[in-house]
């Protein structure tokens, strides 16, 4: 059974950084393009960032482009988030998901991932 898990979330000052990871289980990264969302209070979940298989593409949403950056590490199977210049607007419970696919087809669709994890909360506050 594939499971995802998250983790190194916490409360982080503005400008300041932090690293999330996600860890698969029952199954190997090499498979799964992986995402990231954050569902923040009263508001929908968003897509943040997708990391494809193979081909190593990456994609951002607006709001965090030029701040976060995905990575992986297919031989720890482990996928993380980089998130840097962190804003009070970043607070949010922030999930990954693995796609159905390799690609970060329509990568921002929740609909697209098959397996998710349950989320590591990050607050950003002074």
């Known amino acids: 059974q594939v499971q995802l898990v998250e983790s190194g979330g916490g409360l982080a000052q503005p400008g300041s950084s932090l690293r999330l990871s996600c860890t698969m289980s029952g199954y190997t990264l090499d498979y799964y393009a992986i995402g990231w969302f954050r569902q923040a209070p009263g508001k929908e979940r968003e897509a943040v960032s997708c990391t494809s298989s193979s081909s190593g593409s990456e994609y951002y949403s607006d709001s965090v482009k030029g701040r976060f950056t995905i990575s992986r590490d297919n031989a720890k199977n482990t996928v993380y988030l980089q998130m840097d210049s962190l804003k009070p607007e970043d607070t949010a419970v922030y999930y990954c998901?693995?796609?159905?696919?390799?690609?970060?087809?329509?990568?921002?669709?929740?609909?697209?991932?098959?397996?998710w994890g349950q989320g590591t909360q990050v607050t950003v506050s002074s």
């Open positions: 998901a693995s796609h159905y696919a390799t690609i970060c087809n329509r990568w921002s669709l929740r609909e697209n991932y098959r397996y």
